[in-house]
């Protein structure tokens, strides 16, 4: 038996039009996440000592991992670990802005909220290729906005993830084409702040 499986989406996959089109939705669900999850399967398989060990602390050792699956771990590990989280970060009824703690801290760290996504859009933006963008709290415990090549993500960094979005041209390339930034104004729409809040007060204990 397989020890990672696809998590079914939380919503269908036209719950986010007219944002993020159903097509879209289920060629990245269906195929591309499921693509990451076959290929970190069979790098464990070669290795099943490593399947004992949680996804994320392969990922924060990655030195640890045999060499010759590293890379497949980093990639494809990572693209489990991203996906599992984006899914999460989007909901039909998100958008908006965020209410409670997260807000404040966004406020204290970037001015206001508009400030705040005009950095993180610029971050995103500015992914050269393929990578993400990411809300993070850092080894200090300060939320920070920071970018991710590939199928990297924050925690191999010592930092872990508030919010995050996929820029990779198989997330919008079918509705958007070239324009990413179109795909990251409408993104905002579908934004589930509530997770976020949930995410932050996790990782402040
Ligand atoms: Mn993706």
Do not use: C
């Not at 989007?90 to 705040?116: C, H, T, Y």
């Not at 963008?133 to 970018?147: H, K, N, R, S, T």
């Amino acid at each position: 038996m397989s020890k990672y499986i696809l998590p079914p989406l939380p919503y269908s996959f036209g719950a986010l039009e007219p944002y993020v089109d159903a097509l879209t939705m289920e060629i990245h669900h269906d195929r591309h996440h499921q693509t990451y999850i076959d290929n970190l399967n069979a790098a464990i398989e070669k290795y099943p000592e490593l399947a004992k060990i949680p996804l994320d602390k392969l990922l924060v050792d990655l030195e640890f991992v045999p060499a010759e699956i590293r890379t497949t771990i980093r990639n494809h590990g990572g693209g489990t670990y991203n996906h599992n989280f984006f899914w999460q970060i989007m909901s039909p009824k998100g958008g908006g802005a965020p209410n409670g703690p997260l807000i404040d801290l966004i406020k204290q760290r970037f001015g206001n909220l508009e400030i705040f996504q005009m950095q993180f859009n610029n971050t995103a933006k500015s992914v050269f290729g393929s990578g993400w963008a990411w809300l993070v709290v850092d080894a200090q415990g300060e939320l920070q906005i920071m970018p991710t090549l590939n199928q990297d993500t924050p925690i191999m960094f010592n930092a872990r993830p508030v919010l995050g979005l996929d820029v990779w041209e198989h997330a919008y390339y079918l509705k958007y084409q070239n324009r990413r930034p179109d795909y990251i104004n409408a993104w905002w729409h579908i934004v589930n702040w509530e997770q976020a809040t949930e995410n932050y007060l996790i990782i402040k204990g």
